[in-house]
């Protein structure tokens, strides 16, 4: 319900349409957009009671429910998933027209709203409750982890331990792209946080753009798979299978660090057969000085581990990582975070966990490749 209310807010109908001033019709459907999921509160025994046996006044309200989902996926992701939906939408009603093995009895429309709206297996099923629930708490955690500056240590680390070497910026990227995957788990927000950087750093070295962008968009990606936070699917697997999520983290550990391995040597490769030197050591910062002055920011990651070991559940241990977060920040005046940067690492949380609401499930196939794409261009083109 918030978060419906938040896209229709933020998100305006048309591209066209400022997002400085609320539209109308915006705010309309933002109203709207609340009311929906507040009817399944307010009628809920009602509707456990009934269950199977919709009124038309539940058929109203799922149909409505179901489409403004459809139209919020539209404004923060774009037509692809609306398309995909669509036509698995129009596959249940088609059924009866299609030959071969494909073909089946059909579904109602009355019994289709029904199941996607007011069941568990629909709209409100399993990926929904995990990114409302258990990845909600990461992204959040995430946002304060940004806040207090580790994200530029990282990348400071990455820089004092490869940037000497042959083809240092590029082994750079991948380096810090692994280290920001440990705190994100968002292949686009690693690009985002490290390429602005890496790539401009890699074309000065020498590097084609072509391949300084593959370089930062490959390690990037790898980041999914880097624990302990890693993308939605790690615990979409942890709820669907129903094991903890430590056992996922421990079978993603040796996958990652061969995939970062494997980026590694290409890098290395061509930097050997195009001759790219690393920066001079003078240049760089000290691992130690950088250890010792924001090396506590790293806290939080070490407490996460401990605590899923430990047993805790991973919204426990991500709470509990997120308070760690702002009392760590405090150890160093350097890095220490005001009360503003507290409220704002609430708002960067809830503005990253709008979008990743609605395509939590998609998000491997259309989202990633789009926005990579497109912040690459972005970046060739100076803007």
Aim: charged content about 15%; aromatic content about 10%; proline content about 5%.
């Amino acid at each position: 319900m918030c978060a419906m209310s938040l896209v229709f807010l933020l998100y305006p109908s048309r591209k066209s349409w400022s997002r400085e001033h609320l539209h109308w019709i915006d705010a309309v459907l933002a109203v709207v957009a609340t009311a929906l999921p507040l009817y399944i509160v307010v009628f809920y025994k009602d509707l456990v009671l009934r269950a199977g046996m919709a009124t038309p006044t539940d058929i109203v309200v799922g149909a409505l429910g179901v489409l403004m989902v459809l139209e919020a996926a539209r404004r923060v992701v774009g037509w692809p998933i609306v398309i995909v939906a669509l036509v698995f939408l129009g596959y249940a009603f088609a059924g009866p027209h299609i030959p071969g093995v494909f073909a089946h009895r059909g579904v109602p429309l009355d019994l289709l709203v029904d199941h996607l709206y007011f069941t568990t297996e629909g709209v409100f099923g399993i990926p929904l409750g995990v990114s409302a629930t258990f990845i909600f708490l990461f992204i959040l955690l995430g946002a304060y982890l940004d806040k207090t500056g580790l994200g530029k240590f990282f990348i400071d680390l990455a820089n004092a331990v490869a940037g000497w070497a042959t083809g240092g910026p590029a082994k750079v990227a991948v380096i810090s792209s692994g280290f920001m995957g440990t705190i994100s788990g968002s292949s686009v927000a690693n690009v985002a946080g490290t390429g602005s950087f890496t790539i401009p750093m890699m074309k000065k070295l020498g590097y084609r753009p072509e391949f300084a962008g593959a370089v930062e968009a490959a390690a990037s990606t790898g980041g999914q798979l880097m624990p302990p936070i890693m993308g939605a699917a790690a615990f979409l697997m942890a709820d669907f299978v129903g094991i903890p999520y430590i056992e996922i983290v421990k079978a993603a550990l040796i996958p990652a660090l061969l995939y970062y391995t494997g980026v590694m040597i290409c890098v290395h490769l061509e930097a050997k057969k195009n001759g790219l030197k690393g920066i001079s050591r003078d240049q760089l910062p000290n691992v130690m000085r950088l250890v010792m002055d924001r090396g506590h920011l790293a806290i939080p990651l070490i407490a996460i581990v401990y605590l899923l070991v430990s047993g805790y559940t991973p919204m426990r241990a991500a709470l509990w990582a997120i308070g760690l977060t702002i009392v760590a920040s405090m150890l160093r005046a350097s890095t220490r975070i005001s009360f503003r940067d507290i409220l704002e690492g609430l708002e960067n949380g809830a503005r990253s966990a709008r979008a990743f609401l609605f395509c939590v499930s998609y998000k491997s196939h259309f989202n990633i490749p789009h926005c990579l794409n497109r912040y690459l261009l972005s970046l060739q083109e100076g803007g």
